[in-house]
């Protein structure tokens, strides 16, 4: 087995480093292609704009590919070679490429009493594909407190098992970076934004990358953690 290879050769093991650093594998077939080239001191291209993996892979090379948009498949300079992607943008890879997935997301989520899962579940599917994110990297999902009860919410939570997190009006009114405030949560929750600023305080302050978006009976944004390590 690869893994009992790369500890006898006191090298590290790909998988062991994902589950230390808490990276979801999302394509475990390529493990064995990274820990190969562990063991054989060849290079690994390795793309990880979070650091998660900085000074544990010897031989890395760092990866910035050229090509940003997300839509289109990646020109890979590492086409045939062993290659790490430690991002939570999805893009398409050649086989040979392991994907590791940051929890890194946070989904704020607004809605109306009583909304379905269902209809929840397909906004947030919805949003991810639009954007190339992946679901993997989804660390929570957070709201008001007054959704603290609300069933489509713990449902979905459920379903996705992540945790939910909730916050006062004073804390969601002090979030600053808004950029959709909303004039009927003002007037009848007395909050200027529940999905954005939710997004925001979850992810400690992090980066808004997905502004609201809504359903007739839900709103939904997305912020990404800034990891410093």
Do not use: Y
């Amino acid at each position: 087995m690869i893994t009992t290879a790369t500890d006898v050769n006191n090298v590290p093991a790909i998988d062991v480093l994902a589950v230390e650093k808490q990276l979801v594998i999302e394509n475990v077939q390529a493990i064995k292609t990274v820990n190969m080239a562990l063991l054989r001191q060849k290079n690994i291209h390795v793309h990880d704009p979070f650091g998660r993996l900085t000074g544990c892979l010897p031989n890395s090379v760092d990866w910035r590919p050229d090509d940003t948009d997300n839509q289109r498949p990646l020109n890979l300079e590492a086409k045939g070679e062993a290659a790490v992607w430690v991002d939570d943008v999805m893009r398409d890879f050649s086989e040979n490429i392991l994907k590791l997935r940051p929890a890194s997301l946070v989904a704020g989520i607004g809605c109306n009493r009583n909304t379905g899962m269902e209809e929840i579940k397909e906004l947030l599917d919805d949003v991810l594909k639009k954007f190339c994110l992946s679901p993997s990297s989804l660390k929570c999902i957070a709201s008001i407190d007054v959704k603290a009860d609300e069933a489509g919410l713990i449902a979905l939570a459920d379903v996705l098992d992540v945790p939910l997190t909730f916050f006062n009006n004073d804390e969601l009114n002090n979030v600053s970076g808004v950029k959709n405030p909303s004039p009927m949560a003002e007037k009848h929750i007395g909050v200027k934004s529940v999905c954005e600023a939710a997004a925001i305080l979850a992810s400690q302050g992090g980066a808004l990358i997905v502004p609201k978006h809504k359903t007739q009976n839900a709103t939904l944004a997305i912020a990404r953690i800034a990891f410093t390590s």
